[in-house]
Structure formats: C-alpha cells, structure tokens
C-alpha cells in the first residue's frame, strides 16, 4: 500500500513540474538555434506527437488475430424418459476460430500503416506552423530590438537639441516656444522608445510561450538581413526549383497526401470487410454412467442477406473522394500563395534598395547640416526638430522595410518546406 501512495505522490509531483527549465535555455537566440529548440521542446508539438503513438496503438489492434471463444454446457435428465442419451448427465466443451480468410487482416495492417504516417504528416505539419511563428516571431524581435536602439539614440539627440536651445533661450536668441516645441518632441519620442521596448519584450514573451519557458526572455541575435542564410538571395529567381520544393515539401500538401492515401486504404478495407467471417467449430461432447463420446467439427457463417455493409463501403469511398478534393485545393492554393509572395518579395526588395540608395545613406550628414543652420541662426527649431524626426523615421522605415522582406522570405521557406517541421 505504501508504494502505491509513493507512486501515485511522484505521478503528482511530474504533473506539476515545469514544461521547460529556463536556466538550460539560451540568452541569445539565433534561427537554427530556435527552430532546433522548438522541434525538441515545444509543448504544443509534444501534444502533437501523441497522435503518432494513439496511431501505433491502431496497428497494434488491426495486426492482432481474433481471439477463439471457448464454450462449455453440461446437462441431466429433469424428468421423464431419457429421449436424448443414456447416461445420467452429459457434458460437451467446443472452440470457435474466426478466419479471416478474404484478406480483411492485411487492410486492416495497411489501413492502421498509412493512419500512422499521417499522424506523423500531422506532426510535420504542425511543426511547420510553430516554426514559421517562431521565425516570424524572432524576426519581430530583431526589429523592435533595432527599433529601441534607434528609439534610444534619438532620444539623446533631442535632449541635446534641447540642451541647445535652452542654451540659446538663456542667451536671449531663441523663445520660449523654441523651448516648449523641443520638450514636445522629447516626450514624443520617449513614448515611442517606450512602445519599442514593450514591443520587443512581447515578442520575447511570444518566444518563451512557445516553449512553454515562463521565466525565459530572450534576446535576438544578429541584425535583420534579407537574402541570409535563412533566407537565399536567389529565391525569387529560382522559380521551377521552388516549384518542386512546393510539390514534394509543402507540409499541407503532405498531410492532404497522407490523408488520400489513408482514405483510400480504408475503401480497400470496407471493401473486403463486406465478406462474411467464417467460423470454424471443433468440440467433443460426452456422457456419464455410462460414459460415451463423440467429436464435432463444423463451420458456420453469416449470410448478408439484410446487411451487406454497403453503407460502410459508401461511406468511406465519400471520404476518399472529401480527401482528393482537399488535396487538389490545397495544391492550386499552395501555387497561388507561392506566386503571391514571390511576387510580394520582389516588391520588398526592390522597395528596400530604392530607400536605402536615395534616403538611408543620407540621413545621418543631414542631421549636423541642420544643427549648423540652427547654430548659424540660418533655420528655425522647427526644421531642427524636423530634421532630426525625419532621420529617425528614415531609419525606422529602413527596419520595418527589411523586416518584411525577411518575414516574405520566411513565409516562402516555410510553404516550400525549407524552414522546419
């Protein structure tokens, strides 16, 4: 009794437990780092893989042979004559044995085979999902990580305008206004700091939620970079070979095909289960005082004479015929959705290269230009002020840029089957 209650007290104890130790996770995270680490400790795909052990269990049961049915009966004279034998009482023992002899055996094998490859189908699919979020997720903590450094440093140049005009104001060469308009944008760009940095922290809560880490944060590694390892830059060119991957990778293509194989084995199945099942009998039956015996060997079946299963057989050809259908939207979907970000990708990119050859690589000279025509007297605070809004919106505008064509690259991997799962 007392090992019982110490088992049923670890049982508790386990059930309690953390998901995932945080103290073994890194601090800094990197793409292949995180893909690896929600393949193998994701909660959410490990729920997932149970299905590949309830479909196991399935094979386990339709391999099985049918189990024979022992019967024993005795019987005594109640009353009157003895009309049936001589003795004073008679006893008789049989056994039956189902034979499956029209093959029902094998479907059921191969049926419970491709239900176990779509359960893993399942699994790649579903770790294809939870790669591409956390991907995306990552990606979006890169950004804001950016976000805030640039947030941060913008914030020092406008308490430095700031320092300046109030240097001005106590001289007597700017106003009040001057003054009051800069504080303005200092608080301004304080909230923005704020929300960057709110930003990044739900996106590192999103990467601790996935791997079930409540007191993990962690950081991204590296800077955003478009055509990376990740991501290669000949993606948008190479069309026929994403095409393939399309057709031999795609997660839900796979599942669909699994599906439509495990649909069509069933159909094989209802088919030879029509059949009736003979039984084979074999028994002996004896008698006492005085003793006499005779053996039996017989063979019965059942007759579909109302039932033919026709139903079952109807049933499962409309799931073959529900699993083609699925698996040919799925595949025209996929072409289109491929299509679509390819198309969107290029847009990015292009979009990237214009800003960054006319706009990016000039912001920095135009923040001193203004700060020398404000010192000159030559400007007004409120083209300093907007000078120094326009380079950090500048720079902003460079990040959401090239975080959108990473997310595009990733969305690209992840529909061709090259980003996990």
């Known amino acids: 009794m007392n090992g019982w209650r110490l088992c049923i007290f670890m049982l508790i104890l386990v059930s309690c437990a953390p998901a995932a130790n945080s103290q073994d996770l890194p601090e800094s995270l990197t793409l292949p780092v995180l893909l690896r680490l929600v393949a193998e400790r994701s909660p959410r795909l490990a729920v997932e893989r149970v299905g590949i052990d309830s479909a196991q269990a399935d094979l386990i049961t339709a391999g099985a042979l049918p189990n024979p049915t022992l019967s024993y009966g005795r019987m005594r004279p109640s009353s009157g004559a ?102 303005i944008e200092v608080a301004a760009i304080a909230v923005r700091f704020a929300d960057a940095r709110a930003d990044a922290a739900e996106k590192s809560a999103g990467l601790a939620s996935l791997l079930g880490a409540p007191g993990w944060r962690p950081r991204a590694a590296g800077v955003l970079a478009p055509g990376s390892e990740h991501a290669p830059g000949g993606m948008a060119r190479d069309l026929p070979a994403l095409r393939a991957s399309l057709a031999s990778g795609n997660p839900q293509i796979n599942a669909a095909r699994r599906e439509e194989e495990t649909a069509r084995a069933a159909v094989r199945r209802a088919e030879l289960e029509r059949w009736p099942v003979p039984v084979l009998s074999l028994g002996r039956t004896w008698t006492n005082e005085p003793f006499g015996a005779a053996n039996f060997i017989g063979l019965s079946t059942e007759v579909p004479l109302f039932d033919s299963r026709q139903g079952q057989l109807s049933k499962a050809q409309a799931e073959l015929r529900a699993a083609e259908r699925r698996r040919e939207a799925l595949e025209a979907e996929a072409e289109v959705e491929l299509a679509r970000l390819l198309d969107a990708l290029a847009q990015r990119r292009a979009a990237l290269e214009r800003f960054e050859r006319n706009v990016d690589v000039r912001s920095p000279a135009l923040r001193q230009m203004a700060e020398d025509a404000y010192r000159l007297g030559r400007s007004t605070v409120l083209e300093l002020i907007d000078a120094a809004r326009t380079r950090v919106d500048a720079r902003i505008t460079a990040i959401d840029l090239r975080a959108f064509a990473v997310q595009q690259e990733l969305r690209i991997l992840a529909i061709t089957g090259g980003l996990g799962g």
Not at 112 to 121: F, M, S, T
Not at 125 to 144: F, K, M, S, V, Y
Request: glycine share 14%.
């Open 82 to 183: 003895n009309t049936m034998f001589e003795g004073n009482r008679q006893q008789q023992a049989g056994v039956e044995f189902p034979l499956l002899i029209a093959g029902q055996r094998g479907a059921r094998i191969e049926t419970a085979e491709q239900g176990v490859l779509g359960a893993r189908a399942r699994v790649g699919l579903a770790g294809g999902e939870l790669a591409l979020r956390a991907a995306e997720l990552l990606t979006g903590l890169q950004a804001a990580q950016e976000r805030t450094a640039v947030l941060a440093e913008a914030h020092g140049e406008f308490e430095r305008a700031a320092g300046l005009i109030s240097g001005r104001l106590d001289s007597g060469m700017a106003s009040r206004y001057d003054f009051a308009r800069v504080e």
